[in-house]
């Protein structure tokens, strides 16, 4: 999600990528409806029978909105190395670290604000969409030494490997948890740190051009990936496997899986308002409990179901792009700005500390 505009605003380089933004929109509904109510696909099922009850789990494990998060962290990863995958150096770190943290920032603070005055918990790791912004933070802080450990180990697949030996003794820590992100300011960014890391490991074969052979791949690719999703939805909710043990292993599968679309994409036109939405899922991400909320005295069901949710997703919609023409947008180009002021400032012989 800047995820560099995963969750808010994309490196040059990235920019060119296709199809990603459509990808990051169809993850921060997949969010939305978790927290809002899922499409009224459910109704009038008889549950009563087994192929009802069959019918309706199923239905109720069509998505994930973790497995969406973990989509979000492999695109993040991949935005941020392959605005510098060519060469693995930094030009001006206080350009990069600005740029980062006002895009993040700046909508982050200002969704919290909001919960403030709509006495809405938000806390960072609490029941919340904010333990992610948190860890994509830490992730923004810690790349430049990523980025040195990378260029002494000659690949991204030794990190890859030695952070999901941490994060399986994270896991262990809590091993009946099912939900995700149970782990705490200093844990919660450290179990989820191989899915960052494998979208760097994306972007090098990106640049690499190392991608092209998995577009044959493509529908069984996002098969696998969405039956995987319900299966790891099914034994978080059903099993004593809890997403802890389960998403990581899914992001290896999401990686091909993008791998898959940056080459079908690479010739073929993505849709164009999911792309244009996709410029603004990471207002929708922070913003959507927000208008719940607010839209909560209107009583929509009053509508009808169906009516009901259909002006209540179109309000959603419409509030996280307000957002983002208020706030998420100006942040953009106030990281831009700053960013050319402080690349300018920049001794041409400076030592880069990432080199």
């Not at 169809?26 to 549950?47: E, S, W, Y």
């Not at 959603?316 to 792009?321: D, E, K, N, V």
């Amino acid at each position: 999600m800047d995820q560099a505009q995963d969750i808010a605003g994309e490196p040059a380089r990235a920019a060119r990528i296709r199809g990603l933004d459509s990808i990051r929109f169809i993850a921060a509904a997949i969010v939305m409806f978790a927290h809002t109510g899922q499409p009224p696909l459910r109704v009038g099922i008889d549950t009563h029978t087994l192929a009802g009850r069959a019918l309706d789990g199923l239905l109720g494990n069509t998505s994930s909105s973790a497995a969406a998060v973990i989509a979000f962290f492999v695109i993040s990863g991949f935005c941020i190395h392959y605005a510098h995958a060519g060469n693995n150096q930094i030009r001006s770190l206080s350009e990069y670290y600005a740029r980062r943290y006002i895009r993040i920032l700046i909508p982050a603070l200002a969704a919290l604000a909001g919960a403030a005055v709509l006495h809405l918990e938000m806390s960072l790791f609490d029941k919340s969409i904010l333990w992610s912004v948190a860890a994509e933070i830490i992730y923004y802080t810690l790349y430049p030494l990523l980025l040195l450990a990378r260029r002494k180990a000659g690949s991204w697949l030794p990190l890859i490997a030695v952070s999901f030996v941490f994060s399986v003794m994270v896991a262990a820590t809590n091993p009946l948890s099912g939900a995700y992100p149970v782990f705490g300011l200093k844990l919660n960014w450290l179990l989820a740190l191989p899915c960052w890391l494998l979208g760097c490991w994306l972007a090098d074969l990106q640049t690499a051009g190392r991608t092209a052979w998995a577009e044959k791949w493509l529908w069984p690719l996002r098969g696998a990936t969405w039956a995987t999703m319900v299966v790891c939805s099914v034994l978080r909710y059903h099993s004593p496997i809890g997403y802890p043990w389960t998403l990581n292993l899914f992001a290896i599968l999401v990686t091909f899986w993008l791998m898959a679309e940056l080459a079908h994409f690479s010739k073929a036109r993505p849709v164009g308002w999911l792309e244009w939405a996709g410029g603004w899922s990471y207002s929708l991400y922070l913003t959507h409990k927000l208008t719940f909320i607010l839209l909560g005295p209107l009583y929509l069901q009053g509508l009808g179901l169906i009516p009901g949710w259909t002006i209540q997703l179109a309000l959603l919609l419409a509030g996280a792009y307000v957002f983002y023409l208020a706030i998420e947008r100006p942040s953009h180009h106030l990281a831009r700005i700053v960013g050319r002021r402080l690349a300018s400032l920049r001794p041409a012989a400076a030592a880069n500390p990432a080199e």
